[in-house]
């Protein structure tokens, strides 16, 4: 089983300042990791798939970036609904195994 | 409106068991594999298991093989999860996801499985 780590666990910023999240998993993954914002109270957002390409309707301040083992998700300048948690995920095809990180909470300092 | 909404989330007994529902609307549910991913509290999210678009697919995660089972309704745009044998690790925010090659696109809110004596 692929394990992700996220780091670091939480991520004290202020708005403007820009946001480096980082995703580790075990092994390769290739470049199949996306990214998740989710908000109290509210479904996780797909922000990026295939470890580099923004969903639709992601604002440009969001870049991800990476392959095999290690993945970066960037947010430039911060916004005010930015500070959430992150969750990044692979997918493993043969046997089908999608698997989470644990996360980063972006909190404002 | 395009949306997702679960079912069937309650009290339930150690080794006892629960059948989730996922309502789907607002797109073509045939066309898109569907999966089942929890929370437990205090823990990150896990998948659970999958299914493709016309249901002759089902994949698991090895920590409910056997135990969970995922089908689906095309006909009534409505995912199932059949859960046996609960355990009190199996409490869980439970949500269904629509995917697209196997990132979630579209989540429901989940609802709420408490495994309980």
């Known amino acids: 089983e692929i394990v992700l780590t996220q780091s670091p666990a939480t991520l004290s910023l202020s708005p403007g300042e820009r946001a480096t999240l980082s995703c580790r998993a075990s092994?390769?993954?290739?470049?199949?990791l996306a990214w998740y914002q989710q908000k109290p109270g509210q479904a996780p957002r797909l922000l990026v798939y295939d470890a580099s390409n923004r969903a639709t309707g992601i604002p440009a301040r969001f870049s991800g970036s990476g392959s095999g083992t290690d993945f970066t998700l960037t947010i430039s300048s911060l916004e005010p609904e930015d500070f959430a948690i992150y969750y990044c995920?692979?997918?493993?095809?043969?046997?089908?195994?999608?698997?989470f990180g644990g996360g980063t909470k972006v909190e404002i300092k | 409106e395009v949306q997702l909404l679960e079912s069937g989330g309650g009290l339930v007994q150690p080794g006892g068991s629960l059948r989730l529902s996922c309502a789907a609307s607002?797109?073509?549910?045939?066309?898109?594999?569907m999966t089942w991913v929890r929370r437990a509290p205090g823990k990150g999210l896990e998948w659970l298991s999958a299914i493709g678009g016309s249901g002759d697919d089902t994949y698991y995660a090895d920590s409910v093989k056997g135990r969970f089972t995922i089908s689906r309704d095309n006909s009534r745009n409505t995912l199932y999860l059949q859960m046996d044998r609960l355990s009190a690790e199996d409490t869980a925010i439970y949500v269904c996801?629509?995917?697209?090659?196997?990132?979630?696109?579209?989540w429901g809110r989940g609802t709420l499985v408490t495994v309980s004596s």
């Open positions: 092994q390769s993954v290739g470049s199949y």
């Open positions: 995920q692979q997918r493993t095809n043969w046997p089908l195994a999608l698997t």
């Open positions: 607002g797109f073509t549910f045939s066309n898109y594999a």
């Open positions: 996801a629509r995917t697209f090659n196997w990132y979630f696109h579209l």
